[in-house]
């Protein structure tokens, strides 16, 4: 896919926080909110690739991505990272929780560690970064906080147990906090991801024929790739959606 084209004038200047947004999709994401002339902040872990997503970027756009690292499984790094964007960007008032950990793991062999680090990183941190941001949402008059799930959980995949039960209860959390947050004009929402083919992906998880399986499933018979997932997200961040909270967009090139 090519360059999002739309323009949502409205996320000009806003200011943005995506997690994970040092490669992959959240690395599309922090780049498309940037091309929007968002100012954009993003927490990773991950040196090399975020730094290398910041030299890219700069001079290409309005305002150079802010490269936070923090490890969000420690709810006192990740609060101190939001307040941080806060800070440094001027305001928050758009929150996209896209890190995750979607690695493959044996029901038999899942220990009780395994289990408290994989939630850890795939629903914990959500709640809390969401926590840590609700206050600067305020603070803006309101915003838009949208949640990174998977199709995955409502496949019946086997190997990833306790992945797809927190992507599950990111579902849940989404709607729990809209109900919560929609008073203060605070739009909760989630996306919902098929198979987003990258270099990860390949790299650990995806071959040929798994991708030839995959699209043969789907009504549109092409890759997928994290730059599919930015329009979406864009939309669900600007005043397009304004009416649209506690709700599930699923971009899976026509699975379910």
């Given at each position: 896919?090519?360059?999002?084209?739309?323009?949502?004038?409205?996320?000009?200047?806003?200011?943005?926080?995506?997690?994970?947004?040092?490669?992959?999709?959240?690395?599309?994401?922090?780049?498309?909110?940037?091309?929007?002339?968002?100012?954009?902040?993003?927490?990773?872990?991950?040196?090399?690739?975020?730094?290398?997503?910041?030299?890219?970027?700069?001079?290409?756009?309005?305002?150079?991505?802010?490269?936070?690292?923090?490890?969000?499984?420690?709810?006192?790094?990740?609060?101190?990272?939001?307040?941080?964007?806060?800070?440094?960007?001027?305001?928050?008032?758009?929150?996209?929780?896209?890190?995750?950990?979607?690695?493959?793991?044996?029901?038999?062999?899942?220990?009780?560690?395994?289990?408290?680090?994989?939630?850890?990183?795939?629903?914990?941190?959500?709640?809390?970064?969401?926590?840590?941001?609700?206050?600067?949402?305020?603070?803006?008059?309101?915003?838009?906080?949208?949640?990174?799930?998977?199709?995955?959980?409502?496949?019946?995949?086997?190997?990833?147990?306790?992945?797809?039960?927190?992507?599950?209860?990111?579902?849940?959390?989404?709607?729990?906090?809209?109900?919560?947050?929609?008073?203060?004009?605070?739009?909760?929402?989630?996306?919902?991801?098929?198979?987003?083919?990258?270099?990860?992906?390949?790299?650990?998880?995806?071959?040929?024929?798994?991708?030839?399986?995959?699209?043969?499933?789907?009504?549109?018979k092409r890759v997928l790739a994290a730059e599919d997932l930015v329009g979406p997200c864009l939309f669900l961040a600007s005043h397009a959606s304004a009416a649209i909270t506690a709700q599930t967009l699923v971009v899976d090139g026509g699975v379910l």
């Amino acid at each position: 896919m090519g360059k999002i084209s739309t323009y949502h004038r409205d996320l000009v200047d806003r200011g943005v926080l995506v997690t994970g947004g040092g490669s992959g999709i959240g690395a599309a994401l922090v780049e498309g909110f940037a091309e929007q002339g968002a100012k954009v902040a993003f927490i990773d872990v991950a040196d090399e690739p975020s730094q290398q997503l910041v030299t890219r970027l700069s001079g290409t756009v309005a305002h150079p991505p802010l490269y936070l690292k923090a490890d969000l499984r420690q709810v006192a790094q990740a609060k101190a990272a939001v307040d941080e964007a806060a800070t440094r960007l001027g305001q928050l008032s758009v929150l996209v929780n896209n890190a995750g950990w979607d690695d493959r793991h044996d029901f038999n062999t899942v220990t009780e560690d395994y289990w408290d680090r994989s939630t850890a990183i795939n629903l914990k941190q959500v709640f809390f970064v969401s926590q840590a941001a609700v206050g600067h949402l305020r603070a803006s008059s309101g915003g838009s906080i949208i949640n990174f799930s998977s199709i995955a959980f409502m496949r019946n995949m086997s190997e990833m147990p306790v992945y797809t039960t927190a992507k599950a209860g990111i579902i849940g959390l989404t709607k729990s906090l809209a109900g919560k947050l929609g008073p203060e004009n605070i739009r909760v929402n989630a996306i919902m991801p098929g198979m987003i083919v990258t270099e990860r992906q390949e790299r650990l998880w995806l071959n040929k024929d798994k991708i030839a399986a995959m699209q043969a499933g789907q009504c549109l018979k092409r890759v997928l790739a994290a730059e599919d997932l930015v329009g979406p997200c864009l939309f669900l961040a600007s005043h397009a959606s304004a009416a649209i909270t506690a709700q599930t967009l699923v971009v899976d090139g026509g699975v379910l």
